[in-house]
């Protein structure tokens, strides 16, 4: 097969539909996971053409992304690209954060990442290599108020990053993550109040593109010689 293979977890809407159709347009044929949304999932696939499709699995459970695993195994035979991309926020201050809010963002943001990224290495590893992206954050660097549990998993997120790039180098796997400014779309749209304080904070005075994080992530996966790195493309300092 020609054609390279990325898979995009969480591309139904937001970063990673717009991450999906530009990979689409740089000639990759995508496969688009999604949990609830099977429409809007549907339609990227319609609109990235091709062999294009998309499968449902909760990227936090391991039976899930172990039948996701295979049927991309047995369907496309390789995958040269993965975008961990898949996230969720359930905003608390820490005192009344509670442990069921907690789980449910580490489980999506830090252990699907895991998951996804432990089971669908071996498959790279068989055909040659290939590279990993992980969307990490801002708060995982800076950390944010109101926000320990999602800060936390992109935190995590940074670790997993490195420690993969580690393990998996001598397999040809390239493991970076990618941290977007503050984007106006999807989760980040919801707050009119965080989105003026990412404007106020930046140097530009502007909001963050997710056209231009997909852009970037469409060059990355080119590269040969990058890995280990994490990439921010924001304009607020740190």
């Known amino acids: 097969m020609n054609t390279k293979i990325a898979l995009i977890t969480g591309a139904s809407r937001g970063l ?3 991450i999906a159709l530009t990979l689409a347009r740089h000639g990759f044929t995508i496969i688009v996971n999604y949990l609830s949304a ?15 499709c998309t499968i449902r699995a909760d990227v936090g459970d391991s039976e899930q992304v172990t039948a996701l695993a295979a049927e991309i195994e047995d369907r496309f035979g390789q ?7 898949a996230g969720i926020t359930a905003d608390n201050i820490l005192l009344r954060q509670t442990e ?21 290495s071996p498959l790279m590893i068989k055909t040659g290599g290939g590279h ?10 800076k950390g944010k108020a109101g926000q320990p549990a999602y800060s936390a998993s992109k935190a ?8 993969s790039a580690e393990e998996l180098a ?25 989105m003026n304080e990412a404007r106020a904070k930046s140097l530009l005075k502007c909001l963050s593109s997710d056209q231009e994080t997909a852009d970037f992530i469409a060059y990355l996966v080119t590269t040969a010689h990058i890995t280990g790195q994490v990439f921010s493309l924001d304009s607020r300092l740190f």
Not at 46 to 52: C, H, I, K
Not at 79 to 85: A, E, G, Y
Not at 170 to 194: C, F, H, K, Q, W
């Open 38 to 52: 099977q429409d809007k999932a549907e339609e990227v696939a319609r609109t990235a053409g091709g062999s294009s």
């Open 100 to 120: 069921e809010e907690w789980d449910r963002v580490i489980k999506t943001n830090l252990t699907g990442c895991f998951l996804i990224t432990r089971s669908l």
């Open 132 to 141: 990993i992206i992980n969307i990490a954050s801002h708060s995982g660097i």
């Open 16 to 18: 990673g539909r717009t």
């Open 170 to 194: 001598e397999y040809s796997i390239r493991v970076n993550a990618v941290m977007p400014g503050y984007l106006p779309t999807d989760m980040g749209s919801l707050s009119e109040r965080a």
């Open 156 to 163: 995590g997120i940074i670790g997993l990053t490195l420690s």
């Open 79 to 85: 995958l040269d690209v993965l975008v961990n991309n």
